[in-house]
């Protein structure tokens, strides 16, 4: 009888909308096969999720439905529950990022994951411009921003990312940016972030990806198209990235400076 204890877990979804056949297939199934597989083994296993309430997400989705952020995500929250109950799919744990019996523990342990990299040296503070939605009265970061993407030139990319290319978005880079609050044209303006110097940690990085190419205890290689992709943005350069947002909604960033006042980390940190 096999003693290994193994910890799953699912990509968070989030809390702004219905599951869809798209994230059970993707994500939960497969996670839940493994799991069933690992007991029907005889291992231990503890199998965790929840809902990821923080972020500009479920915050757009509130304006849109007309209710709060904490109403919206806490009922989404309760529905997915519910629909991966009705599948089958059964978690030890089932949470939230921003739900009452979690959002304490998800804040202390996430202030200290940034607290730790700060102490560390791994944050520099800067000064940048971003953009602004003047009607709205409040900085546009991640998908409150919308434009052409500069390097496919596909319409509709948001600032974080270009659905259509993949590719990570500098949103002061969009073309013709338009904000998706008010739809109005937004306005460069200076703001202060905390960014993570990802830079530094290419060459560990790499050796540890490297590693990978060779079996380890019970562990399997990894597959080759996944360590060339991981290598090849590497490779590319590893840039430096904001871990701090101009939102009201999220984990406050756990510093005593002025200019952190108000602002919350970014919810994939």
Known sequence: MSNRRFLITSALPYSNGRL??????????PADTYVRYLRAKGDEVRFICGSDDNGV?????????GRSVEELTA???GRQAADFAGLGIKFDIYGGTHQPKFVELHNRISQGFFRTAYDKGYF?????????????????????????????????????QCEACGVSIDP????????????TKPEPRETTHWYMQLP???????AWLEAKRQPQGDC???????LNFSLGQIKQGLPERAMTRDLHWGVPVPLDDPDAAGKVLYVWF
């Open 200 to 206: 530094q940690f290419g060459e560990k990085l790499r």
């Open 124 to 160: 520099v503070k800067k000064t940048t411009k971003q953009l602004y939605d003047v009607q709205a009265n409040q900085f546009l970061p991640d998908r409150y921003v919308k434009g052409k993407c500069y390097e496919c030139g596909a319409e509709g990319a948001y600032g974080d």
């Open 57 to 65: 997400a479920s915050l757009i989705s509130a304006r849109k439905e």
């Open 20 to 29: 869809h056949v798209g994230h059970v297939a993707g994500a939960y199934l």
């Open 220 to 226: 399997p290689p990894w597959r080759e198209t996944v």
């Open 172 to 183: 002061m880079k969009l073309i013709n940016p338009i904000s998706t609050i008010t739809n």
């Open 75 to 77: 009922f989404y929250n």
